[in-house]
């Protein structure tokens, strides 16, 4: 549980970040852009990668990713009606994106701890370094929206909490789970995360950037920094 409040107390730290500075949209793009990069490299190397490795089933990363994808698609359809006209809706993606993506990459976090191992040092810098673009996008854009600060701050602390839950939940319940269950929770957090990042991210990236390349050597950026730290650990 102490790994996973660590890698998802970034949140918070975006939050405070995007509270306490005002920052240019097209800094935010970038921001966001970077960001994007770190994600696609933890879906290649952290995620996937990872869940074709220790997977006995050839069909429980497809079906975990599948899974993940059509989740966010529905639930971020779902938003979108519910906050239909209304300028408030902006962010709640990626905080929806946040929340599976976080929530079945503590579980793993907490499962990896059965073999008796220490929690991998690349994944929780890689979900630390990807959570603080996410929570300063999404919680300028609530602000924006009309939420107030303190609701938005109580909202990062609710999802780093089920994170930090989450963990502990999956060292006990999965206790003698196979490793399909496994490769399948990790490949739905996976599914989830790039769905997201093709609805929500890398369009606001090119929105708030007024469509320059920049993005494109943000992302590749990003994506070399998080697949540097994976094959450093």
Excluded: C
């Excluded at 929806?96 to 059965?114: Q, R």
């Excluded at 990003?222 to 540097?228: I, R, V």
């Amino acid at each position: 549980m102490a790994w996973a409040l660590l890698g998802a107390s970034s949140l918070i730290v975006g939050a405070l970040i995007a509270f306490a500075v005002p920052i240019p949209r097209r800094v935010l793009g970038f921001v966001l852009a970077f960001g994007s990069g770190v994600l696609t490299s933890a879906v290649a190397y952290e995620l996937v990668e990872e869940a074709v490795t220790v997977s006995a089933d050839s069909y429980a990363v497809g079906l975990g990713f599948a899974g993940g994808a059509f989740v966010f698609f529905l639930g971020d359809v779902a938003i979108d009606r519910w906050m239909k006209g209304s300028s408030r809706v902006g962010g709640l993606g990626i905080v929806l994106g946040a929340i599976l993506d976080g929530i079945p990459e503590s579980v793993v976090i907490g499962a990896s701890l059965l073999t008796g191992e220490t929690a991998s040092a690349a994944v929780i810098v890689a979900v630390f370094l990807s959570n603080i673009p996410e929570s300063i996008s999404a919680s300028s854009d609530l602000v924006r929206g009309g939420w107030p600060r303190s609701r938005v701050l109580l909202l990062w602390v609710i999802v780093v909490a089920a994170s930090t839950l989450a963990a502990g939940l999956g060292y006990v319940a999965l206790q003698g789970a196979s490793a399909s269950w496994i490769a399948g929770i990790q490949a739905f957090a996976a599914g989830a995360i790039l769905t997201m990042l093709a609805d929500e991210m890398l369009p606001e990236a090119f929105e708030y950037t007024d469509h320059t390349k920049t993005v494109g050597l943000a992302v590749a950026l990003g994506f070399a920094l998080s697949a540097a730290l994976s094959f450093a650990d």
